[in-house]
């Protein structure tokens, strides 16, 4: 993502973990996946 819009980035930024679901092709939600996210600046590194 090249623009992050300020909001986003510090709630990225304050949270501990992230969770992140996709969809399969029937649309239903997969189990949802823990990832660790570092905010540097406004550049985020998954």
């Not at 709630?11 to 992140?20: P, S, T």
Request: hydrophobic letters at 45%; aromatic letters at 8%; proline letters at 4%.
């Amino acid at each position: 993502m090249a623009n992050w819009i300020q909001k986003d980035l510090e709630r990225i930024g304050a949270a501990v973990h992230l969770q992140l679901t996709s969809f399969k092709q029937d649309s239903t939600p997969r189990k949802p996946v823990t990832i660790w996210v570092v905010r540097v600046n406004d550049d985020v590194y998954v």
